[in-house]
């Protein structure tokens, strides 16, 4: 069992940045792959990034070069890097974990968090 908390998430300008956080529980935390979901009113939750758990990274073409996922497994936590936000970034941002996935299909995660709101004014 894998138990994760954001935070992070707040109200920020256009071109601003921010820096989510996701604490995970468990001894085993270095074994997951992570990844990081938004989903904003009325649409489906998307992938954003995703970094197994050799280290290796994928973001979303939307947010790359922007957003850096990364993770510190002596804190337990993986976090996302959020810079030149835009309005259209504005969603609940959610992390996830599994033992071997962290591609773009959130059905396959085994566990999720409660999400942390990132709202970005134009």
């Known amino acids: 069992q894998v138990q994760l908390v954001e935070s992070g998430g707040g109200l920020v300008q256009a071109g601003g940045s921010l820096r989510l956080s996701c604490a995970a529980s468990g001894r085993t935390f270095s074994s997951y792959a992570m990844g990081w979901f938004r989903q904003a009113p009325g649409k489906e939750r998307e992938f954003v990034a995703g970094q197994s758990w050799s280290g290796i990274r994928t973001h979303a073409d939307s947010v790359k070069g922007r957003f850096t996922i990364s993770r510190d497994n002596a804190k337990t936590t993986v976090y996302l890097q959020m810079n030149s936000l835009k309005p259209e970034d504005t969603a609940l941002y959610y992390c996830?974990?599994?033992?071997?996935?962290?591609?773009?299909?959130?059905?396959?995660?085994?566990?999720w968090g409660q999400g942390t709101q990132v709202t970005v004014s134009s």
């Open positions: 996830a974990a599994d033992l071997n996935y962290s591609g773009r299909d959130p059905g396959r995660y085994d566990y």
